[in-house]
């Protein structure tokens, strides 16, 4: 089964920068499609970024050329890099994995229900 643990959670000033981080076990086929989620309150959850087995990425829009999302399987550790913070990334952010393959062809790990999540760490961003 496979294990999700966030961290790098945290308070940030509008136009600064955090980076998260999603610590996972379990076998190597369950993690080969991994995301970043997040919600806000009062809001839906909604896809932030998403990475295959190919290392190919996807990005939603509002985050793309601000956010990146890295995997490093040797250290079994998903990163999510993000710059230019603004007040509406406020949220609490979800790390997730699946064993569905090459699936950001098109977008899909944005849309995938995913199999397995990790508890959260919330994002706040002061303006």
């Known amino acids: 089964q496979v294990q999700l643990t966030e961290s790098g959670g945290g308070s940030v000033q509008a136009g600064g920068s955090l980076t998260l981080s999603c610590a996972f076990s379990g076998k190597p086929y369950e993690t080969f499609c991994m995301g970043w989620f997040r919600q806000a309150p009062g809001k839906g959850r909604e896809a932030v970024a998403g990475i295959d087995s190919s290392g190919l990425s996807s990005y939603a829009s509002a985050v793309k050329g601000r956010f990146t999302i890295t995997k490093d399987n040797a250290k079994n550790v998903l990163n999510l890099q993000m710059n230019s913070l603004k007040p509406e990334d406020t949220a609490m952010y979800y790390c997730?994995?699946?064993?569905?393959?090459?699936?950001?062809?098109?977008?899909?790990?944005?849309?995938?229900?995913?199999?397995?999540w990790g508890a959260g760490i919330q994002v706040t961003v002061s303006s």
């Open positions: 997730a994995a699946d064993n569905e393959l090459q699936c950001c062809s098109g977008d899909y790990c944005l849309e995938l229900e995913y199999q397995s």
